[in-house]
């Protein structure tokens, strides 16, 4: 009788634990949370117009994809950011959703983003809001780095200027 009921509590066990959430999703929030937190700093960094640390959020095989061709190396995230950074701009984002895949391996979140550079000559200061996408990979070394980056702007598209005939 013993032995019977041994065999029913087992895989009776089995399943309790097999069909239970898993540890994964609370994973998954702690990761997203710390990829916002990252991505926190990455603002807080731009907004300092430190220019290396705002590109060192960045994978080595990143891509940003920005209103401007593409740029898929290093060399070219740099340029961009270095066109956009300096002592007139002020630049800021927020998250507004962050998830991480259940394998762990890769997240992404989405948010807004301000801008707003002044003329150095002193003329009307440019204030651009818009929204931005970004998925983020755990790296080797357990670091998150950011391997896709975009965004675009909430401000109306200039009319095509007309054509005289």
């Not at 990829?35 to 590109?55: P, Y």
Request: charged share 20%; with cysteine; glycine share 6%.
């Amino acid at each position: 009788m013993r032995t019977a009921l041994w065999f029913l509590l087992i895989p009776c066990a089995f399943l309790t634990t097999s069909c239970s959430p898993s540890a994964s999703r609370d994973s998954g929030a702690a990761e997203a949370t710390t990829i916002q937190a990252l991505d926190e700093q990455w603002s807080a960094t731009a907004a300092r117009n430190d220019l290396v640390g705002t590109v060192a959020f960045y994978a080595d095989d990143a891509v940003l994809l920005p209103n401007a061709p593409i740029a898929t190396d290093a060399k070219s995230i740099r340029a961009s950011w270095a066109s956009l950074l300096g002592p007139n701009t002020a630049v800021s984002w927020k998250v507004s959703k962050a998830e991480v895949a259940k394998s762990g391996e890769l997240g992404y979140l989405y948010g807004t983003y301000s801008l707003s550079i002044q003329d150095p000559k002193m003329g009307t200061p440019v204030h651009d809001t818009g929204k931005l996408v970004e998925i983020w990979k755990r790296q080797a070394d357990g670091k998150w780095k950011c391997i896709v980056d975009t965004y675009n702007s909430d401000l109306p598209v200039a009319p095509a200027p007309e054509t005289r005939k």
